[in-house]
């Protein structure tokens, strides 16, 4: 078991050292660090090392969850790329926060739940925001290439024995455009 620490301030003015020292008495035998916003989530390289360092066993230290995660949806993708590595986590300030431990799994994973609940209540609500959108007789989807007057047209054309492609030529879409057509 390998434990990794994870360090991370915002500002150029603030310093590391204290959460290096922090993760290094906790036992964290190599320290990722960086000085970079929270905000940039895509953008943190040293996190990323961490998490593609983690092997089954590994444990990834940090002094504080808002170290590690701005947002409940960003801890938990993170919690999940370290328990896909088969690695724990834990949080030196957050005791709760600790997946080697059953109480610590057992709050994340209630965590986990929330956030899963959330994401169906946006899911129905969004679905029935869409339900009231076409019962008001809005279109969904990409607008149509061809105003209804050209659908005519490229439908008569059709029966007429014109090639798909020549129609579509003439109305500057594409041949399966003009074979959808109904």
Known sequence: MTVY????????????????????EAGAIKVFSE???????GNRNA??????????????????????????????NVLDTIAKAGAGF?????????????????MLTVLGGLAE?????????TGEGRKR???????MGRPSALTA????EALERRRAGEALTDIARTFGVSHTTISRLR
Not at 6 to 22: H, I, K, P
Not at 35 to 41: F, N, V
Not at 91 to 102: C, F, I, V, Y
Not at 149 to 152: E, N, S
Request: net charge positive; aromatic share 4%.
């Open 5 to 24: 620490g994870y360090a991370r301030v915002s500002t150029e003015g603030q310093t590391l050292a204290v959460q290096e020292a922090q993760l290094a």
């Open 35 to 41: 000085k970079i916003s929270g905000a940039s989530a």
């Open 149 to 152: 007057h050209q659908q005519r």
């Open 117 to 125: 609940f959330e994401r169906e209540l946006i899911k129905a609500r």
């Open 90 to 106: 834990r949080s030196l300030a957050d005791t709760w926060a600790d997946t080697t431990t059953p109480h610590g799994r057992l």
């Open 133 to 139: 959108a076409k019962a008001r007789g809005v279109h």
């Open 47 to 76: 996190l990323a090392k961490a998490l593609a360092a983690l092997k089954a066993g590994d444990v990834l230290v940090v002094t504080r969850l808002d170290r590690l995660a701005r947002s409940t949806r960003d801890l938990l």
